[in-house]
């Protein structure tokens, strides 16, 4: 049993900074790692908030407000796949069809509960 856990932990760390990095750069654009994305926050019609597995959070202000957003979810195919890459990604609203294109990421602080 103890030889199977050290298995475990020594696979878990070759795989790691495989994943450790959620934001790369690709071409001049930042994108985040499809895998590494826990959740997204639709704030408006224009601002997308991206939370990180690994705890950094991107802000991402579209190149035009996609009026239905915050009503609907959205789509996306990865461009490049595994990707999500500012400036190059567009999204589909779910029940409009509306489609969107993904601005530059930017590195997002957010406000503390209460505020």
Known sequence: MRRILIGA?????????AYAQAVTQM???????TVMVDRTD????????????????MKN???????????NG???MP????????????IKV???GE???LGGFTPYTPPKEGQ
Do not use: W
């Open 99 to 101: 489609v969107c294109q």
């Open 9 to 17: 932990a020594l696979a878990s760390l070759a795989f790691s900074p």
């Open 74 to 76: 959205y789509i996306y």
């Open 94 to 96: 779910i029940q409009t």
């Open 42 to 57: 639709v704030k408006d019609a224009s601002t997308i908030i991206y939370y990180m597995k690994s705890g950094e959070v």
């Open 61 to 71: 202000t579209l190149k035009t407000p996609c009026t239905t957003l915050p009503h």
């Open 27 to 33: 071409g001049g654009n930042t994108c985040l790692k």
């Open 79 to 90: 461009t490049p796949p595994d990707n999500i890459c500012g400036n190059l990604q567009r």
